[in-house]
T-cell receptor, first 113, second 113 residues
């Protein structure tokens, strides 16, 4: 069965520190992979997506993610976190040929000043 | 981006009430979605409409009834809900199937008493 695992429920980092949020997926076909961010009281906003090509993907707000097929991972990174990055982050897999997206349970990021 | 508008933002209803959630997208997209977001659980896909035809129905109880009168509007009719239906209900739209990013509204926070 398809699934997405985000092993870290909460992460706290200091402003200016680097960040890595983990995502592992289970899907038999070539995945469409996404990272979304949700601020309190808001809907989800796309940070970046991957389907093919360069396995290092650049997104908005200085985020990037790397697809590693051998590890079934799509981890999100940012070299220097800003206080405004505090939010909840969701990894998702899109199932080819459908309208279905499987979301992880999310990682809530707290940024210390 | 604020291309997807949901009303109301908050809704409190009793178990015997009938209410409706409304979603409108101004992006010219041809697919619209209802998702349920509960604490500590992944987003749950409820329904998907493509060109006003329902293409996904994820074993949702019949007390939830979707309606898509045109490609810009989506409704979720609610009746005889249970307290466990309390959640954030998110509407989203996309231009096409998986591979295209989802644009989310800010959601309706529903409380069932």
């Amino acid at each position: 069965a398809q699934s997405v695992t985000q092993p870290d429920i909460h992460i706290t980092v200091s402003e200016g520190a680097s960040l890595e949020l983990r995502c592992n997926y289970s899907y038999g076909a070539t995945p469409y992979l996404f990272w979304y961010v949700q601020s309190p009281g808001q809907g989800l906003q796309l940070l970046l997506k991957y389907f093919s090509g360069d396995t290092l993907v650049q997104g908005i707000k200085g985020f990037e993610a790397e697809f590693k097929r051998s590890q079934s991972s799509f981890n999100l990174r940012k070299p220097s976190v800003h206080w405004s990055d505090a939010a909840e982050y969701f990894c998702a897999v899109g199932l080819s040929g459908t309208y279905k997206y499987i979301f992880g349970t999310g990682t809530r990021l707290k940024v210390l000043a | 981006e604020t291309g997807v508008t949901q009303t109301p933002r908050h809704l409190v209803m009793g178990m015997t009430n009938k209410k409706s959630l409304k979603c409108e997208q101004h992006l010219g997209h041809n697919a619209m979605y209802w998702y349920k977001q509960s604490a500590k659980k992944p987003l749950e896909l409820m329904f998907v409409y493509s060109l006003e035809e329902r293409v996904e129905n994820n074993s949702v109880p019949s007390r939830f009834s979707p309606e898509c009168p045109n490609s810009s509007h989506l409704f979720l009719h609610l009746h005889t809900l249970q307290p466990e239906d309390s959640a954030l209900y998110l509407c989203a739209s996309s231009q096409g199937a998986v591979g295209e990013k989802l644009f989310f509204g800010s959601g309706t926070q529903l409380s069932v008493l």
